[in-house]
């Protein structure tokens, strides 16, 4: 059974410092990796998506990373901002017969002060 | 572009009431349909996922079931609400199995 941990559980770091989530899993065998934001009391949105083929993707501040062999994953911001502060969440797709089933982590509360 | 509404956004209910919370994707069709829920301390749970219509599977024998009436459209229902069916249900949507998922903005159930 895939299992999925997120250190640290919070973080609080100053506005402008680059940081760094950790996500990782006990299964190798997954189809893609995604990373989402949730603020408090709201949905989930999606961040990024990492396909199993591929090692790193990118949008804006955000790079997220992927180490299959290792079971990693990790969540990359810069020059982060009071507006990130929020909970990130990553969650793993099996692929195959699993048709989408995400497994989830416990997430990382993030807190950006001015 | 594709859009996903879940409603009501927050919801209390007695003890032994029955539930229905309804979620509609639009500008897709035949989407993969989840629905998760979020407990206080336990994280993102799975709870039922349809690939298609008359397609339904469940995750965790529980006191909900879930229907999907037309392709686009998910519901979740009790028929009588325990105390342990509190939580955040949030529904999410998928063009495939391996695509990227895209979640409704939440539900906050309050039993009491």
């Known amino acids: 059974k895939q299992e999925v941990t997120q250190i640290p559980a919070a973080l609080s770091v100053p506005e402008g410092e680059n940081l760094v989530l950790n996500c990782s899993f006990t299964d190798s065998a997954i189809y893609n990796l995604q990373w989402f934001r949730q603020d408090p009391g709201k949905g989930l949105t999606s961040l990024l998506l990492?396909?199993?083929?591929?090692r790193e993707q990118t949008s804006g501040r955000l790079n997220a990373s992927l180490d299959k062999s290792s079971g990693r994953s990790t969540l990359y911001i810069a020059a982060s901002q009071p507006g990130d502060s929020a909970t990130y969440l990553c969650?793993?797709?099996?692929?195959?017969?699993?048709?989408?089933?995400?497994?989830f982590g416990q997430g990382t509360i993030l807190t950006v002060h001015p | 572009s594709q859009t996903i509404h879940q409603w009501p956004a927050t919801l209390v209910q007695p003890v032994g009431s029955p539930l229905s919370l309804e979620c509609t994707v639009e500008?897709?069709?035949?989407?993969?349909l989840y629905w998760y829920r979020q407990a206080a301390g336990r994280g993102l749970q799975l709870l039922f996922y349809s690939i298609g219509i008359d397609q339904i599977s469940s995750e965790v024998p529980q006191n909900l079931s879930a229907s999907r009436p037309q392709d686009r459209q998910f519901i979740l229902s009790s028929k009588k609400l325990l105390l342990s069916d509190s939580g955040f249900y949030l529904c999410?949507?998928?063009?495939?199995?391996?695509?990227?998922?895209?979640f409704g903005q939440g539900t906050r159930l309050t039993v009491v």
């Open positions: 500008g897709t069709s035949n989407p993969n």
């Open positions: 969650a793993l797709n099996a692929g195959g017969t699993s048709y989408g089933k995400l497994t």
């Open positions: 999410a949507w998928s063009v495939s199995s391996g695509s990227e998922a895209f």
């Open positions: 990492i396909q199993s083929s591929q």
